[in-house]
Every structure is written in C-alpha cells, then in structure tokens.
C-alpha cells in the first residue's frame, strides 16, 4: 500500500535551517511527483513546491523562492524539503502529498505531518 | 494567481442533515478542482477530483458538482465522522496549486 513516512517534529531558532524528509513507498519512486505543502497553526493549506523524483526537478512557489530547497534520493525513495532563514512565521505542520498525474492534479496521498516550530 | 474562496467558513449542522459547501474560483477552471477533508490533528484526505468523481473508498453520501468558476461538496446526510474541515483546490493553472481557505463543519 502507499505510504509516505515522514521525520519527526523539529524546534529550530530563528535563522536556522530545517530539513524534512518524506520516504515514499508502495508505488514507483521516480513515476509520480510530490509536493509540500504547509499548515500554520490554525490556518488553511499553503502549496509550497514540488519535485520531480525521476530527473529532480523542482518548482517553488513564488513566496518561497530563495530559502527553500526540495532534493530527493531515488536509493532510497525519499524526498527532502529544507527551507532556511526561518522566522517565527515559519512554524507550521509541513505535510508531504503524492501527486498521480492524473486529470486535475490531484494530491492523492499525503504524509502524517512533520511540525517544525521555530521560537528563540 | 487564482484565488478560490469558499463559503461558507462554518457551519453548524446536525446528524443527518444535508450540507452544502461552495467554492469560487478567481477565473474559470474548467473542472480542474479537488475537494480534500482534514479532521483535527490528520493529513488532509482526498474526497473528490476532478469536480465530481469519487475517489476510490469515500462515501456515496459525498458528492461534488460544478465547472468553470462555481463548484459545491453535498453531503447528503451527515454522519458523526464528517465533522471536520473542507478544503477546495484547483490545479487548472499551476504553477501555484492553490487552495480555498476551508470550511469547518461543526455539530449543533
């Protein structure tokens, strides 16, 4: 069955990096996209970027450019998502979501959830 | 960009009830839109896509209608486990995937 696992809740200072992995299995790794999107406390979903598994390629949203960075490693069917500078705002639940290509895109399976809070 | 705004942003229903959620689209989507349900502290689920297939395992008392700027969810009569929030989402012009800010469905 599909699964994607991902790594455990982070507390980072303001300026720090984080980076959340996402290991995907079940399915063909380098077949089908992912995506990260995020969650603020109380909010609604945030689309933050995808990756290509297959060649690496990726896409961030235009919010995001410049601190963040998605990588994957095909060995181990596993994505990752770092974004860096963080600030207060940046706390979140940071989900990944598997994306089928099929019509309409749409996110068909998605991660438990990895909350990252950022406080000093 | 586009924007989708739902409406309404809550509602209180009872067991039973039918309930009725709208999403609006900035621009025409075709029928480019997913609907998504989060219950408290879980990954959202994917309910419907595109506009108003079924994804595999969801309850037929869930439907989704609509095309080009105007799309609604129905639940048909409202089950103790529905009590959650309700996202919309389009993926007619991405870059980005956006998302309606979400309904919550709450018991009277």
């Known amino acids: 069955q599909v699964q994607l696992v991902q790594s455990g809740a982070e507390v980072k200072k303001p300026g720090a990096s984080v980076k959340v992995s996402c290991k995907a299995s079940g399915y063909t790794f380098t077949n089908l996209y992912l995506h990260w999107v995020r969650q603020a406390p109380g909010q609604g979903l945030d689309w933050m970027g995808m990756i290509n598994p297959s060649g690496g390629s990726t896409t961030y949203a235009q919010n995001f450019q410049g601190r963040l960075t998605m990588t994957r490693d095909t060995s181990t069917s596993t994505v990752y998502m770092e974004l860096s500078s963080l600030r207060s705002d940046d706390t979140a639940v940071y989900y990944c979501?598997?994306?089928?290509?099929?019509?309409?895109?749409?996110?068909?399976?998605w991660g438990q959830g990895t909350l990252v809070t950022v406080s000093s | 960009d586009i924007q989708m705004t739902q409406s309404p942003s809550s509602l209180s229903a009872s067991v039973g009830d039918r309930v009725t959620i709208t999403c609006r689209a900035s621009?025409?989507?075709?029928?480019?839109l997913n609907w998504y349900q989060q219950k408290p502290g879980k990954a959202p689920k994917l309910l419907i896509y595109p506009a108003s297939s079924l994804q595999s395992g969801v309850p037929s008392r869930f439907s989704g209608s609509g095309s080009g700027t105007d799309f609604t969810l129905t639940i048909s009569s409202l089950q103790p486990e529905d009590f959650a929030t309700y996202y919309c989402?389009?993926?007619?012009?991405?870059?980005?995937?956006?998302f309606g800010q979400g309904t919550k469905v709450e018991i009277k």
């Open positions: 989402q389009q993926s007619y012009s991405t870059p980005p995937w956006t």
């Open positions: 621009q025409s989507i075709s029928n480019y």
């Open positions: 979501a598997r994306d089928p290509r099929t019509i309409a895109a749409p996110f068909d399976y």
